[in-house]
Nanobody
């Protein structure tokens, strides 16, 4: 069983910063790609940023230059540093991880979500 536990969401004013964390726990071989998605009310879930085990990153155009994704492989943790937040960043943010439970089997897991609210 693999669990992803997120933390760091909250309420912040426009222009402020937040840092999200997501730690994976349980029994598994390794973690490949990790990422952050978000879902605003009435909208589909969208990719915000992702990072491979080797450190290659990918960002949604809407967050480039403001958000930074990073990971600590030793701690099985991924972070999302969010700067210059805008009201349109308001959403529930979900952590996602592609976990190798054994060397040849890869499963996708989701965290429970953490609310980020940006006031204008």
């Amino acid at each position: 069983q693999v669990q992803l536990v997120e933390s760091g969401g909250g309420l912040v004013q426009a222009g402020g910063s937040l840092r999200l964390s997501c730690a994976a726990s349980g029994s598994f071989f390794s973690i490949d790609r990790m990422g952050w998605y978000r879902q605003a009310p009435g909208k589909q879930r969208e990719l915000v940023a992702s990072i491979t085990s080797g450190g290659n990153t990918n960002y949604a155009d809407s967050v480039k230059g403001r958000f930074t994704i990073s990971r600590d492989n030793a701690k099985n943790t991924v972070y999302l540093q969010m700067n210059n937040l805008k009201p349109e960043d308001t959403a529930i943010y979900y952590c996602n991880a592609h976990v190798r439970v054994v060397t040849t089997i890869l499963y996708g897991y989701w965290g429970q979500g953490t609310q980020v609210t940006v006031s204008s």
